[in-house]
Structures are given as structure tokens and as C-alpha cells.
């Protein structure tokens, strides 16, 4: 089992910054992909990023690719998403998800791929 807490939300600007983290229980963090994930009022849960369990891997939706960057620290089971150049359309919850893999590279960018999820942390951009 796996729990995911998520944190860093909140009001920005727009062409603002912020660092999501997502704390992770369970021994071994190491062994997961982990995603973020993202739902605006109204939309579908979207895929936003996601990184392999070694880190060496990562892949971005095309909307925040070049503005936002996914990382983790294995020793401290936490997975981060920094998301700079914010705009409105990025105000959204952030949830970040977690899927154990058996290979070092794979990542996985489907919500139903990933088995654990956290409860989310709310973004809102002003424009």
C-alpha cells in the first residue's frame, strides 16, 4: 500500500511559480512511476507529467511541456512539479498518482494506469 499526500497549492499569478510535493508512504517509493494529474472545475482529470522510478525518464503533456518539471527524491519519497510561466488554464486540483513498475524506464501517462492516488492539492491562477 501507498499513500500519496499532496502539498504546495495555491493563488499565483499568472507568470508565477509554484513547487507541488507529494509524500509518499510505503518502502519502496523507489520502485514506482510516479504522475501528476491535474482536474479543472468541469473537465476531465487530464495527465500532466510523469517520471520513472529511477528518474532517468520523464514525460510531459504538450500544454506544460517547457514550463513545468517533474523530479523526485527517492530518499525522501517524494516526487515534486515545479510549474513556472503559470497561466489561468493551468488552475486546476493536482493530484499525483503512483504505479508500481518493473522496469527502471517505464512510465505510464493513462489516470487508469496507476493504482494509488492522493486527494489532491488545488491551484488557482489569477490572470
Known amino acids: 500500500q501507498v499513500q500519496l499526500v499532496e502539498s504546495g497549492g495555491g493563488l499565483v499569478q499568472a507568470g508565477g511559480s509554484l513547487r507541488l510535493s507529494c509524500a509518499a508512504s510505503g518502502r519502496t517509493f523507489s520502485r514506482y512511476v510516479m504522475g501528476w494529474f491535474r482536474q479543472a472545475l468541469g473537465k476531465e482529470r487530464e495527465f500532466v507529467a510523469a517520471?520513472?522510478?529511477?528518474?532517468?525518464?520523464?514525460y510531459y503533456a504538450d500544454s506544460v511541456k517547457g514550463r513545468f518539471t517533474i523530479s523526485r527524491e527517492n530518499a525522501k519519497n517524494t516526487v515534486y512539479l515545479q510549474t513556472d510561466s503559470l497561466i489561468f488554464e493551468d488552475t486546476a486540483v493536482y493530484y499525483c498518482?503512483?504505479?508500481?513498475?518493473?522496469?527502471?524506464?517505464?512510465?505510464?501517462?493513462?489516470?487508469?494506469?496507476?493504482?494509488?492516488w492522493g486527494q489532491g492539492t488545488q491551484v488557482t491562477v489569477s490572470s
Open positions: 498518482a503512483a504505479r508500481r513498475a518493473y522496469t527502471s524506464d517505464a512510465l505510464y501517462i493513462r489516470a487508469e494506469d496507476y493504482n494509488y
Open positions: 517520471i520513472s522510478w529511477s528518474g532517468g525518464s520523464t
